[in-house]
């Protein structure tokens, strides 16, 4: 049987055992919608609510005149002072109406007519990546081939990252997200991507392309500044890589052991929407949106929250309770499309979700044609997964075919 990749150490609501939330975790909600935990130090004496239905889910997370991310607990500054440097520009440190000015500002760039647009740079991504992992001799680590360098390549086509800078800058952005590091590492990480975004920043005020962030500078000018410029950059490193290569390996296991749902991906073009949507609900990478503050007394799923405490929301628990859907934890492409919370909900719904839905809709089925034999190279127990990670996914992902 393979191994549980369930991590005692790691907070309850991010353990997993394998493509599954942890039986601990299920056996702590005990079938209830919320559930009090211990939210650790940073909490202090503040009691923490683990929210795990998806109603209730959906409750928190569209109520943002209840709730608060900004006011939430391990935050280094009050909530009406002056915001650190490092998240200006970072969404899910901005409540409305703040959050309402600068999204508006953001959402023309992630809209479905643009990802059109940018459709053809990413197939050509896909297919260069395809190429050089063809080229090589099998066996492959699909991580470090494909799932990871797609959406590195990607998000530097979209950001506007010249292409001699795009091996330097990916550099950066993986010693920022490496999982295990400690505070001062992690920041002294963040301080050189920081850095080198700034500096890119500057060079599209004073020559904008067509990236985004050329764009962006373009069209707004002063009506955005620099930081939080910066800080949208920062987020979308935060949310667009971890999650897209941990989609991108996950799901690939997954398809792996179930042949005729894989077959379906490869073959037939008018399943594959649906099948991402599935994958993304089932397996759920990132395990839970900025944690909640209640900004007054407010019930969620029959327990008194009062203002000042503090809400986490589990998004793999909401996307398998079976008030989303029959059988929740059965995994099938070919079912109709849920309403599920894998991108968040309300005003903090993930702002890159059509980007990265097309990178899945374009990165599964063209890895599976251009290897049908594709299979693991290892025994299934013997691949590792990511701990103490951002988002869910494995380190590795030995192939052949």
């Not at 079938?31 to 009691?47: N, S």
């Not at 650190?84 to 309402?100: A, C, K, N, V």
């Not at 295990?180 to 002294?188: L, N």
């Not at 990670?389 to 992902?397: E, F, K, P, S, T």
């Amino acid at each position: 049987m393979p191994s549980s990749t369930t991590d005692t150490a790691a907070p309850v609501h991010t353990r997993r055992d394998r493509f599954d939330p942890a039986g601990e975790l299920r056996l702590m909600a005990g079938g209830e919608p919320v559930t009090r935990i211990d939210g650790g130090p940073q909490a202090g004496d503040v009691p923490v609510w683990l929210v795990t239905g998806y109603a209730e889910v959906r409750q928190v997370l569209g109520d943002h005149r209840r709730f608060s991310t900004r006011r939430r607990f391990g935050a280094r500054t009050a909530p009406d002072g002056p915001r650190p440097d490092e998240l200006i520009g970072q969404l899910m440190d901005y409540d409305p109406p703040e959050h309402t000015r600068l999204r508006q500002l953001l959402t023309p760039e992630f809209t479905l007519r643009r990802m059109r647009r940018l459709e053809p740079g990413i197939t050509a991504l896909v297919s260069e990546h395809l190429d050089a992992m063809e080229r090589s001799a099998p066996p492959a680590d699909l991580m470090a081939a494909y799932a990871s360098p797609v959406p590195g390549a990607a998000l530097c086509q979209f950001i506007g990252v010249p292409r001699d800078d795009r091996a330097d800058f990916l550099r950066r952005c993986h010693a920022f997200l490496a999982p295990g590091r400690g505070r001062r590492q992690r920041a002294a990480a963040g301080e050189l991507l920081s850095r080198y975004i700034a500096a890119l920043v500057a060079r599209r005020r004073e020559d904008p392309d067509d990236g985004f962030l050329g764009t962006l500078a373009r069209d707004h000018g002063d009506r955005i500044t620099d930081a939080e410029l910066r800080g949208v950059c920062v987020l979308l490193v935060l949310a667009g890589l971890d999650n897209v290569s941990g989609m991108l390996g996950l799901g690939t296991l997954l398809l792996l052991g179930h042949p005729g749902q894989l077959a379906l991906v490869r073959d037939d073009p008018a399943v594959v929407d649906g099948a991402v949507d599935e994958l993304l609900r089932y397996l759920t990478v990132p395990h839970a949106p900025t944690p909640r503050t209640a900004l007054e007394d407010v019930e969620v799923g029959g327990r008194l929250i009062r203002a000042g405490e503090h809400v986490v929301c589990s998004l793999p628990m909401a996307n398998r309770d079976g008030a989303l859907l029959a059988e929740p934890d059965r995994f099938d492409i070919t079912r109709r499309p849920a309403a599920h919370v894998a991108f968040g909900h309300g005003v903090h719904h993930c702002l890159g979700a059509a980007m990265a839905r097309m990178e899945l809709r374009i990165a599964f089925p063209a890895l599976l044609r251009r290897f049908p034999g594709l299979r693991l190279a290892v025994p299934d127990s013997e691949v590792p997964f990511r701990v103490h990670a951002l988002a869910h996914g494995v380190d590795r992902l030995p192939v052949t075919w």
